[in-house]
């Protein structure tokens, strides 16, 4: 019996339309010209690139077969385009870019992070106005499928929580702060030796970069529209190798963390330096290297690890993006909006928990005069704010130190209450500077 598409015949090629070509467009390119084949067999179609709009070459990759043009916004008015592949970064021009597009009405692919989390929910809505369908698995993670596990493969589940190394600069600076006890400045000076952190490190070192993902998975996650501006973001300059020592003595990794978390009173949305248990998966996630924590009512706790960045592995969640989106080009195309109610103007962010509220556990270091009675004033403190202490560390002051270090775990509190308990302490004659607060998550 001949099969349904011998009967109707070849399917026309999906035809792909790259702007950008940089890292990940230079190998997007390379990496469909190897895998063609398998990429075609896998779309039911072949998917051709008939256009890159990129204002110079890139000798990464061999673009001398192709159509080039200097001026991105033609491959946005190109009727031969299906699809836009949008690798060009920032947030100005590219929204321009996809905008114009969708009302020439092509599909979007895209990598761009910020531009999804800053703008997704007005690109949505022209999206869903138009019919055609933005995709944007490429945005968050590299090479990891989170989005398509987000929407697919965990559909079923009612998502509790999730946790995520989301940004492998951060990373990779504080594994080697902990490994080879560099200091901050000396980790971030290495990473950008080696490529891996920009000359301003900014976004990645102050969280900007994670809060961009963090909102894009939160939406998918939670339900709730895109609210970027309604992240918690802290950076990890701050972080000492005296607080990396500390929390391994109690048993700790400290971690850049994104996360995500259900509650009755709302969603919580934040980024920040978080101590985990060292026995959890993902306090052993180094250098590098993502990995996302994801809790679901019915599957319980999943992790998914992999390069969160580079050239073909971010390539190919654009590859995977492309196929999808070339599978529904005679059909309805699958509207990827996060939420509903987004593409009509939802709520912006208006479940969003605000930090004050946000309840969990405190690693505090405090430098404190070798005295008696400190401990005692720190403890009433924490407990008029009906805060406990769970755990303490305080060594003997090194030789001729009028100062010694006092490290405390606290119970789980509310984020208001352990800010007024700090303000109270740092207050006191008996505590000099400011007391280094870092929150603790279980993950489990």
């Known amino acids: 019996m001949e099969?349904?598409?011998q009967l109707q015949g070849p399917r026309r090629p999906a035809r792909i339309g790259i702007c950008g070509l940089g890292t990940v467009g230079s190998g997007t390119v390379n990496v469909m010209a190897r895998n063609g084949e398998e990429i075609a067999a896998r779309c039911g179609r072949p998917v051709e690139i008939v256009q890159i709009g990129a204002r110079r070459d890139n000798p990464a990759?061999?673009?001398s077969a192709l159509n080039i043009s200097r001026e991105i916004f033609d491959v946005a008015a190109n009727p031969d385009v299906d699809i836009l592949v949008e690798l060009i970064g920032g947030t100005?021009?590219?929204?321009?870019?996809?905008l114009t597009a969708i009302r020439n009405g092509k599909h979007i692919v895209t990598a761009n992070k910020a531009l999804i989390a800053e703008h997704g929910n007005e690109l949505f809505a022209a999206a869903a106005k138009k019919g055609v369908t933005i995709a944007y698995e490429a945005a968050v993670a590299g090479g990891i499928p989170i989005i398509k596990s987000l929407r697919e493969g965990l559909v079923g589940n009612r998502i509790e929580w999730l946790a995520g190394i989301i940004n492998g600069t951060g990373n990779y600076i504080l594994t080697e702060m902990r490994e080879k006890g560099r200091t901050f400045d000396g980790a971030l000076g290495q990473a950008q030796?080696?490529?891996?952190a920009e000359a301003d490190p900014t976004f990645d070192v102050e969280g900007i970069d994670a809060a961009h993902k963090l909102v894009i998975m939160a939406s998918l996650s939670f339900a709730i529209p895109l609210a970027f501006d309604r992240v918690y973001t802290e950076g990890i300059s701050g972080i000492t190798s005296e607080d990396i020592r500390y929390a391994d003595e109690l048993g700790?990794?400290?971690?850049?963390l994104g996360i995500g978390r259900r509650t009755e009173q709302g969603v919580e949305l934040r980024v920040h330096p978080?101590?985990?248990p060292e026995s959890r998966l993902i306090a052993n996630v180094n250098g590098v290297m993502n990995a996302i924590l994801v809790n679901g009512d019915a599957v319980g706790p999943t992790l998914y690890y992999g390069a969160g960045a580079g050239d073909e592995a971010t390539a190919s969640a654009v590859i995977a993006d492309i196929v999808d989106v070339a599978r529904t080009l005679e059909s309805a195309p699958d509207q990827r909006v996060p939420v509903s109610g987004v593409a009509e103007g939802g709520q912006n962010g208006g479940d969003v928990l605000p930090m004050d509220e946000v309840v969990t556990s405190y690693y505090l270091r405090i430098s404190a005069h070798d005295k008696p009675g400190v401990m005692s004033q720190v403890a009433r403190i924490c407990s008029d704010q009906g805060i406990s202490i769970e755990a303490l560390i305080q060594h003997e002051p090194a030789d001729g130190e009028a100062l010694v270090p006092v490290v405390i775990l606290?119970?789980?509190a509310k984020e208001g209450r352990l800010r007024d308990a700090v303000a109270e302490i740092e207050a006191l004659d008996t505590v000099e500077g400011d007391v280094v607060r870092i929150r603790v998550e279980p993950l489990g």
Not at 92 to 98: D, G, N, S
Not at 252 to 256: A, D, G
């Open 274 to 276: 978080t101590l985990i």
């Open 193 to 196: 030796e080696l490529g891996y």
């Open 61 to 63: 990759c061999d673009t």
């Open 410 to 412: 606290t119970s789980r």
């Open 3 to 5: 099969s349904q598409q």
């Open 92 to 98: 100005t021009v590219a929204r321009e870019l996809v």
């Open 252 to 256: 700790y990794r400290i971690k850049h």
